[in-house]
């Protein structure tokens, strides 16, 4: 009868999977393909120790023992979006800010005071209050202070990414959100944002403008296939590094919070969280993994040394915030998008580090390689 050998093909079959997964895990020779990936990210059975241990002798490989920090500086808030998980749709009527010069400056200076070397400007997605000329000119000010200057700002064209290029641009952050069309759509019901392939291409533009780095990512939890996601998203940076090899390519997965986002999310637990970055580095070795100060200070330092190689640190979120302001408005405020969660200082950041064994470091040393 079958259920005397029931048990034996059970066996044989939990086997089979344990076996292929582990060997997934232990490639040594090169990349693992697009198949692997997706068997690491649909087996729900995972070995998360042995997962995560590879990834963090992957990432000791590829980046040694260090950690480049960086910082945002937020110089507008105006958007004319209409994203249905973010407070700051052009729909809600809040107060809104743009830096004036003098203003930007004395930001800069603060940060330079930090020792932060690496920054990234944003300012909402507005072209006519946040034009492509403030921002130029807010990177050509940026660059006399860092060596690293990046843009978290509306999707341009290919020569708007040249100009920038010029004024002293060196990386472009922009998140595609969701990878999903259908979905992408019903949550950006107006704006130019609503264009999926403008925002998906506009890497490529910037790439082929000479941004030197770009930083992609899907905001998790719009979409409940996180697997679906973290598939194209991979796929989308290993893309960007085979087409142009001399551009570093770095990830960030943002998680959503809930309970503060005006569409129906989906949150990602920690287990699944540190699932996603070991799987990612095991598919990318060379990839940069960023974390931001959306994440607990607990899950962050966990983090060090599994794979992530960019953390944000003493970051401030309102526009004006490294003087004008100490709060962190832009996600603080009533309509907020999300929590921020990590508030700690630089040199806390720094000795957190330290204390496990990583070394700090404020140039971006592949960008800057000394
Ligand atoms: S997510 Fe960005 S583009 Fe969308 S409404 Fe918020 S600030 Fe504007």
Redesign the pocket.
Known sequence: MFSDIIIEKEKTYRNFVKQNINRIIDYSDGYISEDDLISLLLNTDIDLEHLVMRSKQITDNFFGKAILLYAPLYIADY?V???LY?G??AKNKIARERLEFDEIDEELMALKALNIDSIVILT??DRIKSSLEYIGKAVEMARKYFSEVIVEVYPLERDEYAYLVDKGLTGVTLYQETYDKELYKKLHPFGP?RNYKYRLDAIERAVNASVKEVNIGPLIGLNPDFNFEVYITNAHAKYIQDKYTNVEVSISFPRIQSALSKSKSYIMDDKTYLKTLAVTRIFLPRAGINISTRETPNMRDNLIGLGITKMSAGSKTSVGGYVKKTDNSFYEHKNR?FDINDERSVEEIVRVLEKKGYRPEFTNWIMNPK
């Open positions: 958007c979006n209409g994203c973010c700051f749709s909402g997605e944002k998008q």
